[in-house]
């Protein structure tokens, strides 16, 4: 079913495990991606930047996502990811997105706030979900910079949450967009203090580059989503790499696009069965 976020969240948080947040860079991986969750057992959060709904068009990310969670019964969740306009977000809500992220984390706390209330009214009167955040995740992400990441203050993320009934929360915790050639070192007594006050499920960005070994005790410690883009973008990329240099130029494009997806295949249904701790599950199952 296409669902919101509140709803494979609130199902996360009562089984305790994790729903993987998978950045779609084009409309093309979209299929493999949903496709790849169903096998694994688990529902999906599709997420897409500003400049990529633009891109692909919002109405055809909706109409792809709930076409085949339909048809392949399967929950999917579209999210916009990291909107700072409440333009972008009202766009994005009126066209069928059942999520949205409001990202104020640069914004001083009351401003902040102030935005995300007004993003709330708009976005629950409509049954779509608000993801926030507080504290800010460093690194670049869709040619956006942020140098430093600034770790999350737990007394902010309180107050933030009493004035402010958001869906999900996501935590500056030492993580980095686009970062995947090395490993990050998380703050886990920051994560372990923010899970003992604050019931809101937590979310985490930048989420390439944690070490797969720490998954479980994220779960554990009550991150219920985890953003995955440039992985993705990685594996989508070398593959196109691969094919277009060996290529003839008259080969159909399609059988050079499938090899890309089913990459993104690989990636997704991998992460996902560890999300759920399902050690069966390996890479390329299908």
């Not at 007594?189 to 899970?195: F, K, Y």
């Amino acid at each position: 079913m296409y669902k919101n976020l509140k709803e494979v969240l609130t199902e996360a948080e009562r089984i305790n495990y994790t729903v993987g947040a998978f950045n779609a860079h084009n409309l093309e991986m979209v299929p493999d991606m949903i496709r790849a969750a169903k096998d694994a057992g688990s529902p999906i959060i599709i997420q897409t930047s500003v400049s990529t709904a633009r891109y692909v068009g919002m109405k055809n990310f909706v109409a792809v996502c709930k076409t085949m969670a339909n048809d392949l019964l399967v929950d999917v969740v579209l999210h916009l990811d990291h909107a700072k306009s409440f333009d972008d977000i009202k766009e994005a809500i009126d066209m069928g997105y059942s999520s949205v992220m409001f990202d104020g984390s640069s914004l001083p706390l009351r401003e902040n706030i102030e935005k995300a209330l007004r993003v709330v009214e708009y976005a629950h009167a409509r049954n779509v979900s608000v993801e926030c955040e507080i504290g800010t995740i460093g690194g670049t992400e869709e040619g956006v910079t942020v140098a430093e990441g600034v770790y999350t203050d737990p007394k902010q993320a309180i107050e933030f949450l009493k004035a402010v009934d958001v869906d999900a929360l996501a935590v500056g915790v030492g993580t980095h967009h686009g970062q995947f050639q090395s490993k990050t070192e998380l703050n886990f007594p920051l994560i372990e203090e923010l899970h003992s006050l604050i019931t809101k499920p937590l979310v985490i960005h930048g989420g390439t580059g944690v070490n797969e070994a720490d998954y479980a005790r994220l779960t554990e410690n009550g991150i219920r989503k985890f953003n995955v883009g440039t992985e993705l973008l990685v594996a989508w990329t070398r593959a196109a790499k691969h094919q277009f240099e060996e290529t003839e130029l008259n080969n159909s494009l399609r059988n050079n696009i499938m090899p890309c997806n089913e990459a993104v295949y690989d990636v997704v249904y991998h992460k996902t069965g560890l999300f759920l701790n399902k050690e069966h599950l390996t890479v390329g199952a299908k």
